[in-house]
C-alpha cells in the first residue's frame, strides 16, 4: 500500500466511528504519523476514549487499555520480575503493547505517572536494573478531564512534554450527535485494522523523507524565539519542543499528500503542539497559553 492509500484508509477507518471532528482526527493521525504520543483533554462522555479507540484498532497491532486509578502502581504498568522454576523471570506489563490508550492518566499518583516518562521518550521500561524494549511501533494515547480536580493528580510538565500533541475533542455537532444516537458510531467499531506495524512503520519512514525549505525551519525557530521573549510566557519552548513541530509539520504535509512543508503546516500545529510546552505568567483565560501562542501567530505582542 502506498503512503497515499494508506493515510486516506486509516483516515476513512476512524472517522466512520468518531463523527464530526476531522479536525481532531487529522491531529491524531499526526501523531501516528510523526511517531509522537497524544494527550486529549475535554470533559467527560465527548468521545475521547472513543477517539483513541478506534485510531488504535485502525493501526493493528497489539492494544491494551489501562483505566488509570489512584492505587495504580508502576508495576502495574510496567511489569515485575519474578521467581518461577527457580529463576527470575520478567512479566511484561500492558505498556508493552503498539498502542497504549491511558484512560484518565491524571486520576493515578505522579509515582506512576513519572513511570511512564522512559518509555515515551525512550520507548524502553527499566525494571530491577534491567532496561526492556517496547514493541516498534509505540504510541501512548492518553485522555484526562481538565476540569474535574477532586482524586487527581495534574500531569507534571515533564510528563506533558512527552506528548506530541494536546488536543481537544469538543461537543459534537447536531449532524455528528444524531449520527451518535442513531449507532453509527457502534457499527464503526466493529471494523478491522487497515494497517499493522510494519504499515505504521512504513509511514513514518516517508513521513521523515518530506522536504522542510529552509524558510519553513525558519518560521519555527523564529516561533520558538519568540516564545522565549514574550512577556506573557514564564518559560518558552524548549529545543525538543522545536524538534516536535518540525516532525509534527512534515506528518501534516504527508497527509495533505506533498512531499514538501510550507510556513502553513507551522501555523496549523502551532498550538496543539506547543502550547502544553509552555508556562503563563496568569491565567487570563480558558487556555491562556493556546491564546499567547496565537498572538505570536498573529504578530501580535502577548501581554502579561
Partial sequence: MIPAEAVAALRGRVSRQVHGKA??????????????HLLLEDVPG?????????LARAIG?????VQFTSDLLPADILGFTMLEAGTMQFRPGPLFANVVLADEI???????????LEAMNEATVSVDGTTHRLPDPFLVIATQNPHEYHGTWPLPESQLDRFLIRTAMGYPDRAAERAVLQGAATAGAAEGAVLDPAGVLMLRAACAAVKVHPDVEDAVLDLVAATRMAPALARGVSTRGAEALLRAVRARSLLDGRDYATPDDVRALAVPVLAHRVVVRADTGVDAAAAAIRALLSGQRPVA
Fill in 23 to 36: 479536525d481532531v482526527i487529522e491531529l491524531a493521525l499526526v501523531c501516528v504519523l510523526a511517531g509522537g
Fill in 61 to 65: 497491532g497489539s492494544f491494551r487499555r
Fill in 46 to 54: 465527548v468521545g475521547k476514549t472513543t477517539l483513541g479507540t478506534a
Fill in 106 to 116: 491524571n486520576r493515578t499518583t505522579p509515582r506512576t505517572q513519572s513511570a511512564l
